[in-house]
């Protein structure tokens, strides 16, 4: 009974961690993945406010290069990005939206920061 279990548990966790497999991307990656939810992974080269308070967290170069971009728009109460800044690795999940060519993440909730990595 006990090797049953430890199987059985053993399976569960390989399928999960599989799937959220599948379902990370890099940073890089995310424009193969336009109108499709994803978690995106990568590295912020800068976080910059809009005189119109619009936050725009470029990930591996810096804008117009960014090869993505997470946005937390005015009026988008509770999202705390105060400790994301150049070189955090951030983890989010979205829908993948693109926007005049680049691929974005519209953040509106706090859960969908998934992970900041100071180094």
């Known amino acids: 009974m006990k090797t049953k279990l430890i ?3 053993f399976a569960v966790c390989s399928f999960v961690l599989s799937v959220n497999a599948q379902d990370t991307v890099s940073s890089k990656e995310a424009k193969d993945f336009i109108g499709q939810v994803k ?5 912020v080269a800068s976080v910059f406010v809009s005189n119109k308070n619009t936050v725009l967290i470029n990930f591996d170069e810096v804008h117009p290069n960014a090869t993505f971009v997470a946005v937390v728009k005015p009026g988008t109460s509770g999202i705390d990005y105060s400790e994301i800044k ?3 690795i ?3 999940n979205g829908m993948i939206e693109e926007y005049k060519g680049k691929p974005e993440i519209i953040i509106n909730e706090q859960s969908q920061i998934i992970s900041i990595e100071n180094p």
């Open 7 to 9: 199987i059985i548990v």
């Open 39 to 43: 978690i995106v992974k990568g590295i």
């Open 86 to 88: 150049k070189g955090t």
């Open 90 to 92: 951030l983890t989010l």
